[in-house]
């Protein structure tokens, strides 16, 4: 085990992932899962299945970067394990 010294360094690396096609519930119908790499800690927000990038981006700076904070360093997300953004 590699103890992570800087808990800002845990929050570099990420997966996103979209759980499509369930029922309605209060207008959504997906859910966007984010899993840190190395802490393994879990968001998991509701949304629509035609979201686009551009709100996928607002929808995780707003739920997920206000709580931990925006990387000091470039981060890596890698989305539906087929695209890896680099930021």
Known sequence: ????SDSKQAMQSMYLDFIIDLSHSKGF?????IVYQYTKMA??????KDITSEETTNLVIREV???HGLPRTSSVIIV???LCLNF
């Open 1 to 4: 085990i590699i103890a992570i």
């Open 29 to 33: 119908n997906v859910i966007l899962t």
């Open 43 to 48: 968001h998991f927000l509701a949304s629509i």
């Open 65 to 67: 970067f206000r709580h």
């Open 80 to 82: 539906d394990h087929n």
